[in-house]
């Protein structure tokens, strides 16, 4: 029952990123392991988004750590639970919550057991830098006391690229890209271990590196963005945006600028908006109040899935009450077909 609840939600959820994203690309499924553990990390730009696109664009049974903070609320926690969610603690949310982080390993061991999967942002936070930052150790820790406990399992780490071309703005496109399997038991000696885990974190950094884009510079980071949007990168395609920064200073400072296109859809997407006028309103009520500018896109990802389509349903049970239900249903099919509209051909705007 429960695996058919995680389904369930997990459509819902890709169906909620189809209106959020112009476009989701996914490029080397055929790398995912079919069977045996596996460990995704992927980088971490776009806070609870980024974790929603790697169970979405897979078949694996995946698990994976977020914030202990999300796990508050009683019925929130049973929620999020329910969906594969694990609390992971940090210093910030005290030092005597750490601790629980034995039971959250204990329980991480028993799901690759199972052969399962499991989502870790190494990085251990979310950062709107385009780069790949140090890692933390805590994937590492967990192989290597699912090897103690389970020496004959085997487990792969999938390296997954999230990119964007725009974090905070609507509609964006994104591309995932999962890296070649890495069979973690190579890097791991369960009887003499190196408890730095340079080996395996270093394998792992450098296939990450080559699935998005990742600026070295921090100095001059500013300065390099700069010029690779005069150049037009390619946000959404690692190999030609790190090949571009590789050859940047060797070539002119030269802007490329974008033809301006005509709208031929404007008139549609006013129509959507004056149907949507309400959530749209609230939304811009809560945009400037989000202290932390990465929950952009979850704030708007929560609103399409709950207060959007509960506008229309009232909407069209308004219809309904004045007309009859073919004009409801006609109503509401309007409404699905303004926001695909809507989010496949609006200029990337606020």
């Not at 049973?78 to 034995?102: H, W, Y």
């Not at 039971?103 to 830098?129: P, R, S, T, W, Y």
């Not at 399997?181 to 950094?205: E, G, H, M, R, S």
Request: with cysteine.
């Amino acid at each position: 029952m429960r695996n058919l609840w995680y389904k369930i939600v997990r459509i819902y959820v890709k169906i909620g990123l189809f209106f959020l994203f112009k476009k989701v690309s996914v490029y080397g499924k055929e790398n995912i392991p079919k069977k045996d553990a596996v460990i995704f990390i992927g980088n971490h730009q776009n806070a609870l988004i980024d974790a929603l696109l790697v169970p979405t664009t897979n078949s694996r049974n995946t698990h994976f750590l977020t914030r202990a903070s999300a796990f508050k609320i009683g019925i929130v926690d049973r929620i999020l639970r329910s969906l594969n969610m694990i609390p992971v603690f940090r210093i910030r949310d005290g030092i005597r919550t750490i601790k629980k982080n034995v039971d959250v390993f204990d329980q991480c061991i028993e799901i690759l057991k199972q052969e399962k999967g499991i989502l870790i942002f190494a990085e251990g936070d979310h950062n709107l830098e385009r780069r790949i930052r140090p890692f933390k150790k805590g994937f590492a820790r967990i192989i290597l006391g699912t090897l103690q406990k389970y020496p004959d399992l085997t487990i792969y780490i999938v390296p997954v690229g999230i990119n964007y071309d725009s974090h905070l703005n609507f509609p964006s496109s994104t591309s995932v890209y999962y890296g070649k399997p890495i069979l973690a038991n190579k890097f791991i000696d369960i009887k003499n271990p190196d408890l730095k885990f340079k080996k395996i974190t270093n394998q792992v950094l450098t296939a990450l590196k080559n699935l998005t884009l990742h600026i070295e510079d921090l100095d001059n980071y500013d300065e390099i963005i700069g010029r690779l949007k005069a150049l037009n990168v390619d946000y959404l395609n690692p190999l030609e945006a790190n090949k571009l920064l590789e050859d940047l200073e060797t070539i002119p400072s030269i802007a490329y600028k974008k033809k301006d296109k005509i709208n031929w859809f404007a008139p549609i997407h006013l129509i959507a908006k004056i149907n949507s006028i309400f959530p749209l309103l609230i939304w811009k009520q809560i945009k400037p109040n989000i202290q932390d500018i990465v929950f952009t896109n979850t704030y708007r990802f929560v609103l399409i899935i709950t207060l959007f389509p509960l506008f229309y349903l009232i909407q069209a049970g308004i219809v309904y009450y004045i007309f009859d239900l073919k004009f409801a249903v006609i109503y509401l099919l309007s409404c699905i077909i303004l926001g695909i509209i809507s989010t496949k051909t609006m200029p990337i705007c606020q």
